[in-house]
Every structure is written in C-alpha cells, then in structure tokens.
C-alpha cells in the first residue's frame, strides 16, 4: 500500500526562522512528487512540482528535494513569514493518482 | 474561468437522498481528478478522467458513487442513497494533460448529510 507520513505533524516558529517540512512515502515508483499549501477551509495552492528525474526545486523562499530512492523528500521554507501560515501537503504521484500525506500545520508567529 | 471551479461551495442533504456535484476545469486542461477530503486528513484520489473517459475509478468507495465528463470539460461527481460517512469536502482538480501532471485544485465542495 502506499503510504505518505509527513513529520512533523505541526510546527509553531517566530516570524524569520527557516525550517524544514518532511515528507517520506513508501513506495519509491513515483512520476512526480507536488507540494502544496492549504489555508482553512481552502482549497490546496500547488507550491512545487519535482519531476522524478529532478533532485530539487525552487521558487522563491521554498526549495523542495526529492530523494526518489530512499523515497524522501522535503520542503525547505526561508525566513518564515505570518502569511507563510498554513498546512503544508507533500503528494507523490502514481500513475495520474497522487497520494496524500495528513500534513504539517505551520503556524509562524509574528 | 482562471482556475477550476465548482458548484455548489455547500451542500447539505438528508441521508438517503441523491446529490451532484460539479466541476469546471481550467481552459484547455484535458485531464480531470476528483478527491475527498475528511477533516484533519490529505485528500484521497477518487476518479480520474483524460477527456471524455475515466481512466483510473480505482478510489470510488462502492457503486454509489459515479461521476462523468460527457464533452471532455465539465465533470459532475454524482452520489446516490447519501451516507452520514459520505460527509466530506469533495475536491475536483485538472491538469494540462496526462503526460505533465502538474494538478492545480478548485475551493471544493463541503458535503453534510445528515
């Protein structure tokens, strides 16, 4: 069965910190892997797609690797902002089909 | 529209009764995914479509739950005899096409049935 465990499950940091989201998935046979935010009672805001062959990307503040082989990847936020305050989903994608982890709650304090 | 949509935000049903649910993709996405969302969990893969075909149902929970995409755009999630555990936020999403996969989400629709 694959399986998306995300850690930490939440998270509380001063405005300015930078931190780091993991995300680990067990079965390493993925096409891609997306990283997206949700605010409460929102829809989910695609951050990040890594293409299986890539090791990391970026935009703006977030950089994302993927470490496909040990089935790893992580979510790299700088200088942390309130607005930064959201959960944070990483979703591996199987065939068209991506499988959700439960998330990281971030709230950044201001 | 800029991004996928759906119809209606809320819905609030009395168990037993049938319930549609809609979704407008982005312009030009051929494929399309539905999703549901409990509280306090990720979304779980339901149905995916390229154009007018459902190529993956494999996360439809039983045979009450049906959707279609009739002219390749708009998809209706369609859900018969409603269930308290039914009780979700349904998510649509739709991506360029089936070879980049890129999957961007509409708001969602809430579904309470009581």
């Known amino acids: 069965k694959q399986e998306v465990t995300q850690i930490p499950a939440a998270l509380s940091v001063p405005e300015g910190e930078n931190l780091v989201l993991n995300c680990s998935f067990t079965d390493s046979a993925i096409y891609n892997l997306q990283w997206f935010r949700q605010d409460p009672g929102k829809g989910l805001t695609s951050l990040l797609l890594i293409q299986s062959s890539q090791r990391e990307q970026t935009s703006g503040r977030l950089n994302a690797s993927l470490d496909k082989s040990s089935g790893r990847s992580t979510l790299y936020i700088a200088a942390s902002q309130p607005g930064d305050s959201a959960t944070y989903l990483c979703?591996?994608?199987?065939?068209?089909?991506?499988?959700f982890g439960a998330g990281t709650i971030l709230r950044v304090k201001s | 529209g800029a991004g996928v949509s759906q119809t209606p935000s809320n819905k609030v049903t009395e168990k037993g009764k049938y319930v549609e649910l809609r979704c407008d993709p982005i312009?030009?996405?051929?494929?399309l995914y539905w999703y549901r969302q409990s509280l306090g969990q990720g979304p779980e893969f339901l149905i995916y479509?390229?154009?007018?075909?459902?190529?993956?149902d494999s996360g439809l929970p039983n045979d009450r739950f049906f959707a279609v995409r009739p002219e390749g755009s708009v998809s209706t999630l369609k859900i018969q005899r409603t269930e308290r555990g039914d009780s979700a936020v349904y998510l649509c999403?739709?991506?360029?096409?089936?070879?980049?996969?890129?999957?961007?989400f509409g708001p969602g629709t809430r579904l309470t049935v009581l």
């Open positions: 979703a591996p994608e199987y065939g068209n089909k991506l499988v």
């Open positions: 312009s030009g996405h051929t494929a």
């Open positions: 999403a739709s991506s360029l096409s089936s070879s980049y996969n890129e999957q961007f």
């Open positions: 479509f390229q154009g007018t075909g459902a190529a993956d």
